[in-house]
């Protein structure tokens, strides 16, 4: 098995993981909609916000569910969709893409990272269909 098919098969161990992190972050997220009336009381009987005269009402609070739960389902569909990719240049981009999202959370950074770091290889690259790169000074 070459590198590049390593990283492709690893890449595909990412997504994997990337659907069962937002599945369950969306099931968490389903539960917090239906204990939202209980969640109200608490959170106006807290004495430190009642004391700030913070107001918090219910669509507030759904609205901040109901964008995670979207993010949660956006990045279901992405990584479906990326686990069973055609190696074409479009896709790869949408891999890289996929990546820097996942450095950019704090759940994925390192293995973000890692991913990022290999995805970016010539040989991952052409096995994509970018052309072979051109050499460095350094390689001559």
């Not at 972050?25 to 916000?49: D, R, S, Y």
Request: glycine share 8%.
């Amino acid at each position: 098995m070459s590198y590049a098919e390593k990283v492709i098969l690893f890449n595909r161990l990412y997504c994997g993981l990337w659907v069962l992190l937002s599945l369950f972050i969306g099931a968490i997220l389903v539960t917090g909609f239906g204990i939202l009336p209980e969640l109200e009381q608490q959170l106006l009987a807290e004495p430190a916000l009642a004391s700030q005269n913070i107001v918090i009402d219910e669509d507030s609070i759904r609205r901040i569910l109901g964008t995670l739960l979207g993010y949660a389902g956006f990045k279901v569909l992405l990584n479906l969709l990326l686990i069973w990719a055609p190696r074409k240049k479009a896709w790869w981009w949408a891999q890289l893409f996929n990546h820097v999202i996942g450095v950019l959370s704090c759940i994925m950074t390192i293995p973000g990272i890692l991913m990022l770091i290999h995805w970016s290889k010539p040989e991952v690259r052409t096995a994509y269909g970018f052309g072979i790169p051109p050499l460095s000074r350094g390689d001559e």
